[in-house]
């Protein structure tokens, strides 16, 4: 039995006994590869985190966060993990001749999520164990690796990888100034229409590898935004309309957004022009702890005035009441696809005890909240009303 707490090597190659995962997973995919997929990539990833934040660094957090994973795991294997300012992503597969790693187009080419290290990771479930047979650096794979244009990756061979995991930790404190990361150009937005009608072509669960159906950068722009990925990933499992905030405040939070943190919660508002006690009104509306450099805010979605003018409040506010809002702190609302309108932030120009933006709402329209500097484990979401 190996001793997944320590790990060992093997050739230099570090072997873990996997942490056991249930396969029957909490989420749905829309095919069996996905689902292969998605419980391969669970299993690696329960195991080599629990083994780095024990054995290398505690502060190691899946990027963007583990709500995100199945909508990236339906249609891209791998997983990326945020440490020490940097990014490594395990590439893992079920093949056992180990001869190479394949990183997908995605894990490369789109800024947002290139990472500093690629890990080739080998699974024998049957055996119980997972194998870290090599890692590269993303200036490797840029300008080393092949890239295959039928499938969308790029692969080195075994023997151009770094076998021993070791060599990375010792690298990083002998030379910290290395190059790992190659230079990747900016992604073009993709307009609304664009992305509704990417949605609708690629939800059906028939096409088996969407990510291969529509050029890299219409697909690299699609995905990148959290709220259409994961739109992507709920047509695919067959629901066709999202749940609106006003869903949310009736019948409960979705599970996802209680992954993300969302919660349904009572609030007291004055009635406008009064001051007294009996003037407080209760209000129900949305709450999100989010943790930005260091401190932690909550952010409230309020309805305002009469439900049927569809009114909302975002606000923004410290969850110790000692605290103020620091000066340059921003609270931002964009359309879907990422678009200002008027009136759709808030600044504090000095310290604040709260941000808020107001805004009256189509029926069904969605919006994406932002806050500078950007919260930790932050995604962009949307928000439908």
Same mark, same amino acid.
């Given at each position: 039995m190996f001793d997944h707490a320590v790990g060992f090597a093997v050739d230099n190659d570090l072997v873990l006994e996997v942490v056991q995962t249930s396969p029957n997973l909490e989420h749905n995919y829309s095919t069996p590869g996905?689902?292969?997929?998605a419980w391969v990539n669970q299993v690696c990833l329960t195991t080599f985190l629990d083994w780095l934040q024990g054995e290398v660094t505690p502060h190691a957090r899946v990027y963007p966060n583990t709500a995100a994973l199945p909508s990236i795991w339906e249609v891209v294997?791998?997983?990326a993990v945020n440490f020490d300012n940097s990014r490594l992503v395990l590439i893992p597969t079920l093949a056992m001749d180990g001869d190479e790693l394949r990183v997908p187009q995605e894990w490369v080419d789109?800024?947002?999520?290139?990472?500093d290290y690629y890990l080739a990771v080998q699974l024998n479930s049957d055996a119980g164990w997972m194998r870290v047979f +090599?890692?590269?650096?993303?200036?490797?794979?840029?300008?080393?690796?092949?890239?295959?244009?039928s499938d969308r990756t790029y692969s080195l061979e075994s023997d151009q990888l770094i076998s021993d995991l070791n060599v990375l930790w010792v690298t990083r404190q002998l030379s910290p100034q290395e190059i790992t990361r190659a230079s990747v150009a900016p992604l073009p937005p993709l307009p609304q229409t664009q992305a509704d009608n990417l949605l609708q072509r690629l939800s059906h669960a028939d096409i088996k590898f969407p990510r291969l159906e529509v050029p890299f950068q219409l697909w690299g722009a699609l995905i990148t935004h959290g709220g259409w990925r994961q739109r992507l990933y709920e047509l695919r499992q067959g629901v066709v309309e999202s749940a609106s905030v006003g869903q949310w405040l009736q019948a409960g939070v979705a599970n996802f957004a209680q992954q993300l +943190?969302?919660?349904?919660r009572q609030f007291l508002a004055i009635s406008s022009g009064m001051r007294s006690a009996e003037s407080q009104v209760s209000l129900l509306g949305l709450s999100r702890q989010i943790l930005v450099a260091g401190n932690t805010y909550e952010l409230r979605v309020i309805s305002q005035g009469d439900p049927n003018e569809n009114i909302w409040r975002f606000e923004l506010h410290p969850t110790n009441s000692d605290n103020l809002i620091p000066v340059g702190f921003q609270l931002r609302l964009l359309t879907e696809d990422l678009q200002p309108f008027p009136h759709n932030e808030d600044t504090a120009t000095i310290p604040r005890e709260e941000l808020s933006v107001e805004v009256m709402l189509e029926t069904g329209e969605g919006l994406v909240w932002e806050v500078t500097p950007l919260p930790l484990d932050y995604e962009r979401e949307i928000l439908r009303f």
């Open positions: 996905a689902c292969q997929r294997n791998g997983t789109i800024p947002e999520w290139a990472a +090599g890692y590269t650096t993303h200036q490797q794979v840029k300008t080393v690796g092949v890239y295959d244009g +943190g969302w919660e349904r």
